[in-house]
């Protein structure tokens, strides 16, 4: 059985991307998810990146959005020169 995690990561311009793709204002982001308006936006610029669980599975509802939508995605390999 998979055991949830301490914390979740989460990718603030890919999480603000998957809001404004959803038609939604920060503040009705925050009041669908349950957490405050500053909470999300600390979460959007980067100054917070871990959720607990409780509050990322509903931010994740909120949004209709996949984990891979809002985490941090893999680091692209250098181009060649």
């Not at 009041?31 to 669980?53: H, N």
């Not at 949004?63 to 995605?73: H, V, Y």
């Amino acid at each position: 059985m998979a055991r949830t995690p301490a914390h979740y990561l989460v990718h603030g311009p890919s999480l603000r991307r998957r809001r404004m793709s959803q038609g939604l204002s920060v503040q009705e982001a925050a009041d669908r998810a349950g957490i405050s308006r500053s909470y999300l936006q600390r979460l959007e610029t980067g100054t917070r990146e871990r959720m607990g669980p409780k509050r990322y599975i509903r931010l994740r509802t909120a949004l209709n959005a996949t984990d891979e939508q809002l985490s941090i995605p893999p680091e692209e390999p250098p181009e060649e020169r």
